[in-house]
DNA sequence: GGAGCGAGTTGACACGTTTTAATCAGGTCG
DNA sequence: CGACCTGATTAAAACGTGTCAACTCGCTCC
């Protein structure tokens, strides 16, 4: 079929014009005149030509893409991220290379490093911890950087939500309803996640005039509903709280799914209340309460910052949004 | 920080080398003598440097990456297949570039040419119709395509599971269990998935001698809840069937939700399966009975046949696995 | 009629890497 | 001592595109 790859100056002999025109075609297209660039749209048809993005790239300096790096892609909350990064991004005519973290550094480095190696204009990440060196190394080489979900310090953008309010919501929540043992189900404290949700729930306690030890904590690896699943077992051999605050809704659905599988009966044995309010929350054996953050928003604003930054690095000010989270109430904790 | 980029050939002044040698070091490290080479990594770390892709891939006239192309990136089902795809590519030092179809012929297209002008090596598609001249067109400019979810014809490598018989196996079921009308939930029928499914579904009603009008059909345009949803209050007006097939899990989570909204009991009321067995369907409202098909194993597989294609083009032969699907008999349909 | 102009086009170079053949040092063998 | 080999290093030539200064051509204006 085609013999050999067919190159721009293939293009440019056919059509009887100079590799540069063809190359102004695809690029500048108001640079040439309307008859020349029909003869060369006619050769790219005819020779069925695809221009090289390395080499574009390469000349460029930056690839006309950005990089996600998120923390678990099996996870509805990320993609519904995705879909807002993808839809903004799409509308400027650029690509998204979407990377899995797995909440694990090393994964989170060597994505971070591909990304540099394909020069990405720029990143949105979700970090795996508070530890953000390697984001650092990052801006250092150039390239912009906006943390989704998670607040940055003040040089760098960030879009994120108030966990520690939203931890709080969920807590006083289950208070109100007359919880007096509560456990908090969740994944390692280095994801700030993690943490600022538990901050928010100990502030809820104080303000009850709780001891902060009337939460335990349940701390697993990896926050899906395995994670859940596991933590239900060791609560019920420990002896189950009133009450179960999950970081986020995959642990709360395996949560509730253990439970269920032992007999437990939520809300009435236990209320349970998990974070995100993924899609299927609301389709659970029992529609699982849950903390709504503006999901899809957190993806568009964020590739927006990310965007702006690219185009106009240094009149760019940086900045930190943060969104108000919301509690929603369902039958597990009625 | 950095001034400007650093290259390979300030990498190479300053180990007091070739950028010869700096290029041996990162590609046949054993080439060079490890006296030098200590001193070229010490240099490569001092100045930060990361390798330029794109020139890379310019040079070797190939990314070492593989695109991954799925209708639908929030359908736990395709995240499973990726899951798949992820752990064999990195394991034999490759990328993958995730690109979601939506089911879409359009930005499928726009993928296939996206991932054509990265110069990938190879290319996992589920394609979103029956017409493969997209693929064909990537074929023709040396891209290794390897058919997930999709039988193929005999000179291309696909990886599929035996639709016809999962469709089978759901309505054979349902019929089993007693009822006599039934409805399909689908999305449109170019999707090969539907279908093959709706034949193994007509194949089980002349199984059972009924006649094919026994299978009412609800086709909507997207296979995820918001379909199911919509399909569910379609049938609701129309009178409702004694059992309903869906295409997959997402559109039978939609149906139950909605019809749980209007009061109808499953599977008192009415049985529902749905297909693909994803991890949601376990936990839904009534647990949902559904195919199970091998789905990391679709990826795992799909991703070494595509692999072993690019590492020996001639030497290959193409090869069609099918696997077998699975019933999972849940409350939904008990 | 020549200077000046603008639109359209061209040719050559640069981007950063990998590869290939050539070079070099050091050692062995005849 | 020179021919020959081995292993380590180098210089130069690609890879395919985008840019930019230079150039052509047809016009207008004085």
Redesign the pocket.
Known sequence: MGM??V???E??RRA?????????V???P????????DRVEQAIRDLG????G???T????QNRAIGLVVLDVGNPFFVEVARGVEDVVSDRDHAVILCNSGESFEKEARNLRVLAEQRVRGVLITPAGEDLASVETLRARDVAVVLVDHSAPGDLCSVSVDDVAGGDLAVTHLLDRGAERLAYVSGPMAIRQCSERRKGARRALRTAGLPVRALEEMIVPEMNANGGRAAAEKLLAAGLPDAIFCANDMLALGVLRALSQAGVKVPDDVALIGYDDIEFSAAGTVPLSSIRQPTYQLGKIATELLLDECDDPDGHAHQQIMFQPELVVRESSR
């Open positions: 050999g790859t190159g721009i100056k293009v440019a009887g014009v100079s590799p540069g025109t063809v190359s102004n695809l690029n500048h108001e640079r040439v005149r309307a008859e020349t660039r030509f695809v221009r090289n390395s080499a574009a390469l000349r460029a300096g």
